[in-house]
Structures are given as structure tokens and as C-alpha cells.
């Protein structure tokens, strides 16, 4: 690659300090032990801003997770810090049983951008409460009970969401919700099917999510729910036509289409607002969450305002549409609407991932680049002829990145794709950084293979 890079992680790359590993020590103190930080040495972030983060000894990370796809606008972006103060100190919580005018803003900006007929929204304190919520109102919708998943999903951590996950790893408990079954995940680079057109792979999918409900359920689905990239899973991106041919499908049957844009949404993919509309599908329900509030706790269901209308019994949510985070989040679209972030989400991913197929040019066991907008994968192989998974190489990338300054993530079943998901609003520059410090990351584990 011809990138030179105009900051130096020199810091990064110091022995751990004294402060840095007395807070993780507390960490293991005091926390559960499956609170697991990402790293054999963790790392203690004491504060960032925009793209950038240190830990208590002052070492200096360029973040290409953003907490996860959450800090959408970068950290502590100063317009979501100002909205975050000045509501804490007028009104700081009253409950869903009392109006508040945040709520009622944060809904409208989300209606404005949210996808076809989406107009009334539910707000949670997390996507797994979001799932849980669309699920309850497209049973309450359609009379009916079960729903259909797919393979490889990832939804959350509750019960509910926890049986319509699919990957062992997340689900530490037997499946205690009946009637959920899961169809094939839309996963181009591993098709059982092997090298196929979109077209044909489109019609494959299709037959098995009408065999699946034909032969696993009742034959009356109360919805089918899917990521729109498959996000845990390693970011699948799903072949063309597969979301209108499987909307097709489920309702077909009765049953409703639900979204999962809990890390696609919000201009995360690029050059649209939600995941869903690459394929130009109207959901009948939406689910929400991360990048929604710049980092504060939102979840959101959006729905038609017939399956809203639904929903006739007593519900509550005690922290749902908190002023405090319905400002966050009214600041962070806001911020999100003028800065064009689905346009600059498309321009920076396409400069990304053209730095990602340089690499893997360079690096046989780099098996695929992948991803929309600014939702961009690699997954590592032992050999691009078996398409072996390699989780030993990706913790040794994780590593070597971390060694160079550069904060990255990892997932897929078997934990060997890395995942790259900054700030929608990370510059040109910070890209091009953030391609060299990965380069000199790669070359570090090619030399230790």
C-alpha cells in the first residue's frame, strides 16, 4: 500500500502502566466474570473524542468499533454533550406515564427518515428490549405466535432474544421460548449451495425459509425477523433481491416483516438511512438501538400506524424516552441530518474497503472483504481454497492492531472476522490512518505465522 501515515502510535505501543492495569484490576474485582474485556492486557479508556481514545496512562487509540457501531457521531461529539447537560438540569426522568417533549421531538426526527409507512415508535433502553417489543407487537398484530429467525442471528441477551440468536457462543442456556425457528443465513462466501448468482442464491434462500415454515411451524408465522448485515455474525451482507423475495415469502404466509437495523441503521451502510432501503423493502416493523443516541441507552420499535394501534393492553417502560437520552438522541440525528451522514458513511466505506482489498491482495488468509458504508469485515482463513476459519489469526490481528494504536472488533460464529464500524463522521484522513496502522498490523502477523 502507498498510505503513509501521519500520526505515529509510538505511545501504543508502551508497556502497560501502572494506572491502566489498577483499573482493570478493580474490573476483576468487582464485576461478573463474563464481563470479559476484548484483550489479554485490557484496555481502560479514560476519554475520547471524535475518532480518538486514551486509556489512564495516556496511550492514544485510533477506535474503528465506536463501542460497538454506537458512538455514531464519535465520542463526545460536543453538540450531544451540550443537549445531554442542559436537559439534566431542567428534567432528568419522569417515565412513559407523563408526555415529555423530548420523546415527541426524537420520535418525529425518527419518523422523518424512518422507511415507508413507519410513522409511531415505541422507545426501550436497549435493542434487546426492542426485539422483545416488536416481537410482542406483531403477535398482538396477527393473532398469531411464532416467529421465524435466521441462522447465524444475533438479537440479544434475554430470554426471548437469546432463542431467536443463532450461534452457540451466545446462547449460554438452553432455548426456554418455544415456537422460534431459524432458516438459513443469507451468507454469500459460505452458501452450502456453493458458487452461485444472486439470482440463484436468491431462489435457494427463498425455498428454504417456505420449507422452514411449512415444516417447523404452524404454517401461520406471526413474522419473520432478520438483520439487515448480519452483524455478530461477521457483517453478511445478503445477496441482491434476498430481503424482497423473503418480505415476499413471510407475508405470503400472514405474517409480518420486521427489520433488525440495531447496527445497520442510521447511516451506518451507507448513502441510505436504514439498512433495508439498499433493497428498497418496506418493513412493517423496525427495531433500533446503538448508533440511535450518540452512545446513551435508546432502543426503538417503529411501526405502521394499524400495527401500533395494536397493541391495547397495559405496558411500561420506567427508563423508555428518558428527556435526558430523547435529547441525546434528538441532538444526534440532528447532527446526523446536517452533516449528510448516510452520504459520508458511503464515501468513506468505499475508500475503506478499497484499503481492505489491498490488504487482502497482500494476505492469502485474508478469505473476504465485505460490508456497506461503514460496516466492513474481514474474514480470516487458513486457506482460501477450504475457506478454513482462522479465530487464532484474528485474535493475533486484534492484537497487533491494539499494538499499533488502531481499536478494532471481532465476530462470526467460530470469532474470526475482524469488524470495522467507526464514527459516520471520521475524515478521509483518519480512514487513511486508520489503513496504515492496519497494514503494519497485518504485516506483523504474516511475519508470525
Not at 491502566?20 to 474485556?37: G, Q, S, T
Not at 429467525?149 to 438479537?155: D, M
Not at 432458516?183 to 452458501?191: I, K
Not at 418493513?283 to 438501538?289: E, Q
Request: aromatic letters at 6%; one cysteine or more; glycine letters at 10%.
Amino acid at each position: 500500500m502507498t498510505i503513509t501515515a501521519s500520526r505515529a502510535p509510538a505511545a501504543s505501543r508502551a508497556p502497560a502502566a501502572k494506572r491502566n492495569l489498577e483499573v482493570a484490576a478493580e474490573h476483576d474485582k468487582h464485576l461478573f466474570d463474563c464481563v470479559r474485556p476484548l484483550y489479554d492486557e485490557p484496555v481502560a479508556l479514560a476519554e475520547g473524542s471524535g475518532c480518538w481514545v486514551k486509556d489512564f496512562d495516556g496511550r492514544e487509540y485510533l477506535d474503528l468499533f465506536a463501542g460497538i457501531l454506537t458512538v455514531s457521531l464519535g465520542h463526545c461529539h460536543p453538540e450531544v454533550v451540550a443537549a445531554v447537560q442542559d436537559q439534566a438540569a431542567r428534567l432528568g426522568h419522569v417515565s412513559t406515564l407523563y408526555v415529555n417533549e423530548p420523546q415527541t421531538r426524537a420520535a418525529r426526527r425518527l419518523a422523518a427518515v424512518a422507511p415507508g409507512a413507519l410513522s409511531r415508535t415505541f422507545f426501550l433502553n436497549s435493542g434487546t428490549e426492542a426485539v422483545e417489543t416488536a416481537l410482542a407487537a406483531a403477535r398482538l398484530h396477527t393473532g398469531r405466535t411464532e416467529i421465524v429467525a435466521l441462522r447465524r442471528a444475533y438479537h440479544g441477551r434475554t430470554s426471548l432474544a437469546a432463542s431467536l440468536t443463532a450461534q452457540a457462543p451466545w446462547r449460554v442456556l438452553p432455548s426456554t421460548v418455544a415456537g422460534i425457528v431459524h432458516a438459513l443465513s443469507p451468507y454469500p462466501y459460505r452458501a452450502s449451495f456453493g458458487m452461485r448468482s444472486d439470482e440463484e442464491l436468491v431462489a435457494l434462500y427463498a425455498r428454504d425459509l417456505a420449507e422452514v415454515i411449512e415444516t417447523t411451524t404452524n404454517g401461520r408465522p406471526a413474522a419473520f425477523v432478520a438483520e439487515t448485515v448480519q452483524g455478530a455474525a461477521g457483517y453478511i451482507v445478503p445477496p441482491r433481491g434476498y430481503f424482497q423475495r423473503m418480505a415476499e415469502v413471510v407475508r405470503s404466509y400472514g405474517g409480518l416483516f420486521i427489520a433488525d437495523e440495531v447496527q445497520a441503521g442510521f447511516g451506518r451502510t451507507g448513502d441510505h438511512w436504514f439498512g433495508i432501503e439498499h433493497w428498497g423493502v418496506q418493513p412493517d416493523l423496525m427495531i433500533t438501538a446503538k448508533g440511535i443516541a450518540g452512545g446513551m441507552p435508546v432502543g426503538a420499535v417503529t411501526a405502521t400506524p394499524e400495527i401500533a394501534a395494536s397493541w391495547r393492553g397495559k405496558t411500561i417502560s420506567t427508563f423508555g424516552g428518558n428527556p435526558v437520552c430523547m435529547a441525546a438522541m434528538d441532538a444526534t440525528l440532528r447532527v446526523m441530518e446536517a452533516e449528510n451522514a448516510p452520504a459520508r458513511a458511503g464515501v468513506r466505506g468505499r475508500q475503506l474497503q478499497a484499503g481492505l482489498r489491498a490488504l487482502a491482495e497482500e494476505h492469502p488468509w485474508i478469505g473476504d472483504v465485505r460490508g456497506l458504508g461503514l460496516m466492513q469485515a474481514l474474514e480470516l482463513v487458513e486457506d482460501r481454497d477450504t475457506k478454513e476459519p482462522a479465530p487464532e489469526l484474528a485474535g493475533k490481528l486484534l492484537h497487533a492492531a491494539k499494538d499499533e494504536g488502531l481499536l478494532v472488533g471481532m465476530g462470526g460464529l467460530e470469532g474470526h472476522v475482524i469488524r470495522l464500524g467507526p464514527s459516520l463522521l471520521i475524515s478521509e484522513d483518519e480512514v487513511a490512518e486508520a489503513l496504515v496502522r492496519l497494514s503494519r498490523a497485518c504485516a506483523a502477523v504474516s511475519r508470525r505465522r
